[in-house]
């Protein structure tokens, strides 16, 4: 038990630090912004498991598994005094690992209800300022001379645009945002970003939640990106982005997306407009599918099979 304890603070500790940095400052994401998403969803809840985990089975080896320790102490609780072996440690990392349960299950309960009171604001007001566009159903224009899009999600969809954004675009240019916008809706994307504005909420003086953060929000800019150069091609892409680039911020929901230089010219470098798309070599998309795949299957598998073994092992130590 103890050794599975060990184990699984080790792996969180991996998932924590070295391996969140390191992925933020690779550059094979660009290339393949859906599979490097997954594995960030991956090193989330993987390292959340292993960091509740070794702290529920470091506190529950006097019991010898994580059932015994269930049916020593929740008696106890209620009438009689707690086990001998259970020590003042194991007692504070039960004690921790349910407060951290806790802790992460309302700040992604909080975070939900406020995206939802937000999206259902935006949807409010984009009714009463907004007009519908002709030819484009579930979009609407806002009377403003700023050129910016974003889109609102929930049971209702909405694409937003302003006077400004239609007048400074060509219409391959405008494609391009709209089938952008789209995209953000149609692959959930505000959902994805829902849990890692939680977890940076939870535990906002822990630095790698907000790297997280902002590589999940740039993995999924790049991944309509990649839709709306699939219906408008790549120059009328890049034309849109330095337009809305430089017209401030664009978001999605109650996810703000800043668009700031380094986002700009990370997105205009996968299309060949920047030094980073020469200099970086091109990855095969199948072999990096496949590793990062694995990658994923072993992360969420090892900590449920420490939780496995923890559950199976009845023995004192």
Do not use: K
Not at 56 to 68: I, N, R
Not at 83 to 96: C, S
Not at 179 to 197: C, M, N, S
Not at 218 to 239: F, H, K, N, P, T
Request: proline share 7%.
């Amino acid at each position: 038990m103890v050794a599975v304890a060990v184990g699984l603070g080790a792996l969180a500790l991996t998932l924590a630090w070295p391996i969140p940095l390191v992925l933020s400052r690779a550059a094979w994401p660009a290339r393949s912004p859906a599979v490097a998403l997954a594995l960030w969803q991956a090193i989330a809840v993987a390292g959340g498991l292993s960091m509740i985990g070794g702290l529920l089975v470091f506190g529950a080896s006097p019991a010898g598994s994580l059932l015994g320790a269930w049916r020593a102490l929740m008696p106890a609780l209620f009438t009689g005094p707690i086990p001998a072996h259970f020590g003042v440690v194991h007692l504070a990392a039960l004690t921790l690992a349910a407060g951290l349960t806790i802790h992460l299950a309302l700040n992604l309960a909080l975070t939900a209800v406020r995206a939802e009171r937000e999206r259902r604001r935006q949807h409010q007001l984009i009714a009463v300022l907004g007009d519908p566009m002709p030819g484009q159903p579930h979009t609407r224009v806002l009377a403003h001379p700023a050129p910016l899009a974003y889109c609102v999600p929930g049971i209702r969809t909405a694409t937003v645009l302003t006077d400004g954004l239609i007048d400074a675009l060509s219409p391959d240019e405008l494609a391009a945002v709209i089938a952008h916008e789209r995209a953000h809706l149609d692959q959930l994307h505000h959902l994805v970003l829902l849990a890692f504005r939680a977890w940076h909420s939870a535990l906002p003086w822990f630095p790698i939640a907000n790297r997280a953060e902002r590589s999940v929000i740039l993995l999924a800019e790049m991944l309509a990106d990649d839709r709306a150069r699939r219906v408008a091609g790549d120059d009328a892409l890049r034309g849109a982005l330095l337009v809305v680039g430089e017209g401030g911020p664009g978001g999605y929901g109650d996810d703000t997306v800043i668009a700031d230089a380094d986002m700009l010219e990370a997105r205009l470098a996968r299309l060949g407009d920047g030094p980073e798309a020469s200099a970086t070599p091109t990855l095969a998309p199948t072999t990096t599918r496949a590793l990062v795949i694995a990658a994923c299957a072993l992360l969420l598998c090892v900590p449920l099979a420490a939780y496995a073994a923890a559950l199976a092992d009845h023995s004192a130590g």
